[in-house]
């Protein structure tokens, strides 16, 4: 047990937990709010944060003694975006060097603990850093790694004609359909498995009609820029019922840049799928092995071996589809190095355009949060290394990084990296990673985010994680979207917008 007490009520607790926790690995880590000098019945280390007029303290406490301690006024970094900050800063900057010298756990972010650390670097070139300047502010402020210093600044540099692009009066569109033949053993999201719910599958496609036909009307000042169809697994649906929502999307909305469904799993593609995609302007698709080695597609709960993966990229190229990005997880249950390699030199024989590699995270709600004590687990300095063989990879078959995330309980405190050939990225993950964009969400579990350039500011709005309850409630969410928009609408008036 891990524990955090302070005397200031005014600070962001939750940034430095997730520090903390990052620090600690899997033990757990909890916020005391009454501040007892003398944690006579407390567990564990304590982390005191302690306020002195503009001083903050943080002190290790364990075993009823201070074992270290760092004191610092948060006055003396600005940290580039005002007091507020600033002192949140200065308190993660604190427990970094005590933990670090304690605890010698190399935390590769330094004190960013949020899940778009490429702000913090486009924050930098916004403000007319040079390269370098920037790199210093990100290791010697940020604490970050060199390394990741130097990625978050490429993946800005690779962002930049884009997000200037975007954030105009344009918006962008995702559909979620939450089906999937099986459930893979790390996720969390709410899926459905198809076998148990064919029977709702028309009606749900009737109430994501209902929604496209609402947002047509809704955005009628607007410039739709992309549309992503994700999941779940989407082509878990029939091909009638995918052909329905396409056919809708070609016949009613235009100048679609960008188009993109994810068809992850080879077992629900075939060539009359693929098909289907290249007569409806799909010009992006998503087939994602996560690994090629087909003992490791067995533990993780996939339905289909590395030899299909293959069949199905071969025929999507056959088809015509202009871009497929392949999925990767690094630090499956029972992988290391070498079976990353054999992965790698497998997808180096098929050449994908884009490449996506996500650290495997220990989500609240999966399987594997339960079972993972039963399985090898790769170390931290593996995992490293089997992400370097990634970007080695990468770089060696001329793909740039072009967007970046990070996810909490991932593992080795790593993070998500998209690769795309120059020139060819996907726009939709940009604009969802970035903010720079309004993104209207539709299905079961999908998220509507409404930039307001004005204020430049994020509203949110959740759909119904529950299937009945989103069908039985949409006009409700339908309503909410409206007046959300007719907001922004009527702030335009207060800035001249390029519409």
């Not at 670090?100 to 899940?115: M, Q, V």
């Not at 924050?123 to 210093?136: A, P, R, S, V």
């Amino acid at each position: 047990m891990i524990n955090i007490t302070t005397n200031d009520n005014s600070i962001k607790t939750q940034d430095p937990y997730e520090l903390v926790r990052a620090f600690y690995g899997d033990k757990e880590v909890r916020i005391i709010h009454e501040n007892n000098s003398m944690y006579e019945n407390i567990e564990g280390d304590i982390l005191e944060i302690t306020l002195f007029d503009e001083f903050y303290q943080v002190s290790l406490i364990r075993n009823d003694r201070i074992i270290d301690k760092e004191k610092a006024s948060y006055l003396d970094k600005e940290f580039y975006r005002g007091e507020k900050a600033s002192r949140n800063n200065t308190i993660k900057h604190l427990i970094y060097k005590v933990l670090d010298r304690n605890l010698k756990t190399e935390l590769p972010w330094g004190i960013l603990t949020g899940i778009r650390p490429v702000k913090v670097s486009k924050m930098l070139i916004d403000k007319g850093m040079t390269y370098n300047e920037i790199i210093d502010v990100l290791t010697n402020s940020y604490l970050l790694r060199d390394d990741k210093a130097k990625l978050i600044t490429e993946v800005s540099y690779s962002q930049r004609m884009i997000l200037e692009s975007i954030a105009r009066n344009s918006y962008s569109i995702y559909i979620g359909i939450p089906f999937c033949p099986t459930k893979c053993f790390y996720c969390s999201f709410p899926t459905l498995i198809a076998s148990k719910h064919s029977d709702f599958m028309s009606d749900y496609v009737d109430c994501i009609i209902n929604e496209l036909q609402d947002t047509l009307t809704m955005m009628k000042n607007w410039d739709l820029n992309t549309v992503y169809i994700g999941g779940g697994t989407p082509t878990s649906l029939p091909i009638s019922l995918m052909k329905k929502i396409l056919s809708y999307i070609n016949e009613n909305f235009s100048g679609i840049k960008e188009l993109t469904v994810e068809a992850g799993r080879p077992d629900t593609i075939d060539m009359e799928y693929l098909q289907l995609f290249k007569g409806y302007k799909v010009n992006r698709i998503s087939i994602n092995p996560q690994s090629m080695n087909d003992n490791t597609l067995k533990v993780i709960g996939r339905k289909h071996s590395a030899e299909d993966i293959i069949e199905t990229y071969r025929l999507s190229k056959k088809v015509g589809i202009e871009t497929v990005n392949m999925d990767l997880i690094v630090g499956l249950p029972g992988e290391d190095r070498k079976d990353m390699e054999n992965t790698l030199r497998i997808l180096e024989t098929l050449q994908p355009d884009n490449l996506t590699v996500h650290t495997l995270a220990m989500k609240k709600g999966s399987e594997f949060i339960l079972e993972r004590d039963n399985y090898f687990m790769a170390s931290a300095d593996e995992i490293q290394k089997m992400l370097s063989l990634t970007s080695e990879f990468a770089l060696r078959n001329n793909m740039i990084p072009y967007y970046l995330y990070r996810q909490k309980q991932i593992m080795g405190n790593f993070e998500n990296i998209g690769y795309s050939k120059r020139e060819n990225p996907c726009v939709y993950n940009i604009s969802i990673m970035e903010e720079k964009e309004t993104i209207i969400g539709i299905g079961m579990g999908s998220t509507t985010k409404l930039y307001n350039k004005v204020h430049n500011s994020i509203d949110t709005i959740a759909n119904f994680r529950n299937l009945r309850e989103y069908m039985d409630r949409l006009s409700e969410l339908k309503s909410r979207k409206r007046q959300k928009i007719k907001e922004i609408e009527d702030s335009w008036d207060k800035i001249h917008l390029d519409i």
